[in-house]
């Protein structure tokens, strides 16, 4: 059965949802605040989240760039906000979705069943990645370019694999010393550029042109046409 975690401050619309999805068959559990949403993701029972933006403490958007930096369960973003800004923010951060208040029953689950089915059929074929003449086996954790392997260090593959899987996305160094590094890390952001200088040198060219600084921010990984 499919399992939902609802993220609301408002007790009364977590149990409307609740009572919607319940009716669809749909198992749900709830949150109210940063805290208790990754008290509820740490159990590992949810497929996907449903994320209001307005929250006391951290807001919608601080929750899925924090989910986001360990896993990639669906986010639907679920807020009375509809502003055109809010809805690109919440893309660009690795929502999947977004819905705005009010909203029917209907409406609900069939982005819910959408999203999980793209997830799902993502998932499945998801053992290979070939972007700019870069190819990664998932599965032997090899990489090669133009068919020929390239020898990486387990940081510098996990820096590429994490750029490749997100196309455009804007990390910026704090965001990957964190990810690949760890929170407990104490070096600087310095050793996400050396990283990034020995990687673009192992892979040559491919790397140099797909592999881009964003002056200030940090990399991000894009198509040389794009």
């Not at 208790?36 to 989240?49: S, T, W």
């Not at 307005?54 to 899925?64: E, N, Q, R, T, V």
């Not at 600087?188 to 192992?202: F, N, P, Q, S, W």
Request: hydrophobic letters at 40%; one cysteine or more; aromatic letters at 6%.
């Amino acid at each position: 059965m499919t399992h939902i975690l609802i993220v609301d401050d408002e007790e009364d619309m977590r149990h409307l949802i609740s009572m919607y999805l319940e009716n669809a068959g749909i198992s749900v559990s709830q949150a109210a605040d940063s805290r208790e949403a990754k008290e509820e993701l740490a159990l590992g029972k949810a497929d996907l989240v449903l994320l209001d933006i307005m929250l006391p403490g951290k807001s919608g958007f601080d929750i899925c760039e924090d989910i986001r930096q360990t896993s990639d369960i669906p986010i639907i973003f679920l807020t009375a906000k509809g502003d055109e800004w809010d809805k690109v923010k919440g893309l660009q951060i690795g929502g999947d979705d977004y819905i705005v208040k009010p909203f029917s029953p209907g409406e609900l689950t069939a982005r819910i069943q959408a999203v999980l089915r793209r997830f799902h059929k993502q998932g499945d074929q998801m053992t290979s990645m070939a972007r700019a003449g870069i190819t990664v086996d998932l599965n032997s954790h090899s990489v090669r370019v133009n068919q020929q392997t390239v020898s990486l260090t387990l940081k510098e593959y996990e820096l590429l694999v994490l750029l490749m899987k997100n196309p455009s996305r804007v990390f910026s160094r704090e965001q990957l010393l964190e990810v690949i590094w760890g929170e407990d890390y104490s070096g600087g952001t310095r050793t996400v550029d050396t990283h990034i200088k020995t990687l673009r040198m192992k892979l040559g060219k491919a790397a140099g042109a797909a592999i881009a600084t964003v002056w200030g921010i940090g990399y991000k990984f894009e198509e040389p046409d794009s």
